[in-house]
């Protein structure tokens, strides 16, 4: 199901097509900033132990709090990912990318990521802070 929104997407004339990311997003209604999240459950237990079940639990938190105001996924606008290891990333990225699919469909907002040398939960493998924006 396509939800609508008021949201343009961004893509500048001649630019090679973002795979995985928008450039850019403009949009109109309430902003919802959601602070970082990790790959824990409600009770902040660790169930998932890898980084692509750490994504998809991390992504279902981002969305869990878009929801409380309202919101869907296709309300976000812009993610940043932080990650404890590029190389296990990039030897998971198909699983990574099945991760997010299963959450957030194929939708994809203005997203940069980033590799830490740690979070601050030692078992967090992944932190997604996020912006939303929910139509009024």
Known sequence: MTVPTPHQILHPAGWKAAKGYANGIVAQGRTVYVGGQIG???DQIFEAKDLPSQVR???QNVVDV???AGGVP???VKMTWFITSKS???ANVKAVGDAYRSVMGKHFPAM???EVSALIEDEAQVEIEAVAVVPA
């Open 88 to 90: 296990d990333y990039l």
């Open 57 to 59: 639990q991390t992504l």
């Open 74 to 76: 296709e309300h976000l």
């Open 66 to 68: 878009v929801r409380e």
């Open 40 to 42: 824990w459950t409600g």
């Open 112 to 114: 940069a990521m980033v």
